[in-house]
């Protein structure tokens, strides 16, 4: 049995060795979180160099499950059969790891986030349920930028234990301190732009990631 990573009223959670996804999922796991991605963001996300990606992602198109394609919104995206060989690594995966206990001990602690993050973003979007946030009223949004610093504190051991089980969950709490920071430095895009890693399009795809590691549908009430 691998030694726990995290103790927490007197249990433990996390493992000091977090079980290591196969490269070939992971890159089709991240297509189907996010559904097309350029190289770079794929990498960011994947927390893996590019040059390594690109070499995995060739290896996938030759054998029919990724594509590239070209247009306003370029990037790779899984081909049917990639779809079908996806959930067949990641049964794969859920059978070797045997961690969906710890993962949904996180998944539960996270669910107790979300709610509030939902509420977070929607009064970075709103003044009032009339009023666009056009980030004029410099007090409004410093409230809340500190409710997101309290959010993001609670949501980080939670991230950090996700990561001491899976290794492919590594790349969230950087991905989300980065985001923040940005938010920090008076660039308000990355509070909850979809068209970059903003804080709101990190925590989404974290919540994707540990519906599909657990085998849940949206809508399921969990």
């Given at each position: ?189 990355w509070f909850t732009s979809p068209a970059i890693d903003s804080y709101h399009t990190v925590w989404f795809e974290l919540h994707e990631d540990l519906l599909q590691t657990l085998g849940i549908e949206r809508g399921e009430g969990r």
């Amino acid at each position: 049995m691998p030694q726990t990573a995290e103790v927490r009223n007197g249990q433990r959670y996390g493992r000091a060795v977090a079980h290591r996804s196969d490269p070939a999922f992971h890159v089709l796991h991240r297509l189907r979180l996010r559904g097309r991605l350029d190289l770079d963001a794929l990498a960011a996300a994947m927390g893996v160099p590019a040059g390594e990606v690109q070499r995995l992602l060739d290896a996938a198109a030759a054998d029919g499950l990724v594509v590239h394609r070209d247009g306003r919104i370029a990037g790779w995206s899984l081909t049917p059969d990639g779809r079908a060989r996806h959930l067949e690594l990641l049964q794969a995966e859920r059978d070797a790891a045997a961690c969906a206990a710890e993962v949904d001990d996180s998944y539960q602690r996270f669910l107790e986030l979300n709610l509030e993050l939902v509420a977070v973003c929607t009064r970075w979007q709103l003044l009032d349920e009339h009023t666009l946030n056009d980030h004029s009223d410099r007090a409004h949004d410093e409230r809340v930028i500190a409710e997101l610093h309290g959010i993001d504190d609670r949501a980080q051991p939670v991230c950090a234990a996700l990561a001491d089980t899976l290794s492919r969950m590594a790349s969230y709490p950087t991905r989300l301190t980065t985001a923040l920071g940005r938010i920090d430095g008076s660039e308000p895009q990355w509070f909850t732009s979809p068209a970059i890693d903003s804080y709101h399009t990190v925590w989404f795809e974290l919540h994707e990631d540990l519906l599909q590691t657990l085998g849940i549908e949206r809508g399921e009430g969990r």
